[in-house]
């Protein structure tokens, strides 16, 4: 089946972000960042690893080197994030703490590789690429997430929800190097008349 039909890889993207969203925000109303609030957390993680898990496998023609290295980093990060965050949820102290530090800056690092892979291609609009990276970078001055410090993940969530629902408005590898939108204004990329694979 086509990728329009079964958009599982933009499902998750979605998800991820609405999850990620959600929880900042839960954050910030209540103050909280114990108890029922790192379920919420970790279902995030692990649903943004399925999405970029899904980018690599169903996507490949949104990004150019180093995206795909990038998404296969950010995914393991966003796994091991959820895994430590659910880990910190049921009580798990120190075990969870070393978990999760290393996992946010595989976590950053990889959206970053994506998200500049994905400019260096020019198949999705350039402002989902910077929204990514900036977002992640955003999310690294979350610390414990205490006070406003939690509205710092929210980039995050609202960039993986953009790109989701774009990429599942728009699944198929457009015919030039732009953007679906701009397929009638512009000219086709030199490259794919080459034929260019969108990892080059």
Known sequence: MTQRSRPWAQAALVAAGVAWSAWAVWMTLTDGTEGSVLFAVALSGLLAAAGFVGVVFRLPWTYKLPG?????????GALV???????????????????????VLGLVGGTGLLAF???RARRTPPWIGAALAVGAVLFLG??????LRSLLALPFGLALLAAGAYLARFPERPTTHLEPSAITRESADPGDERGESPGE
């Not at 795909?68 to 393991?76: C, D, P, R, S, Y």
């Not at 994030?81 to 996992?103: E, N, S, T, V």
């Not at 979350?142 to 006070?147: P, T, V």
């Open 117 to 119: 892979g994905m400019v």
């Open 68 to 76: 795909g290295e990038g998404a296969g980093i950010g995914a393991l």
């Open 142 to 147: 979350f610390g414990d997430g205490s006070g």
């Open 81 to 103: 994030f959820g895994f430590g965050q659910l880990l910190a949820a049921l009580g798990g102290g120190a075990p969870a703490d070393w978990l999760i530090a290393p996992a």
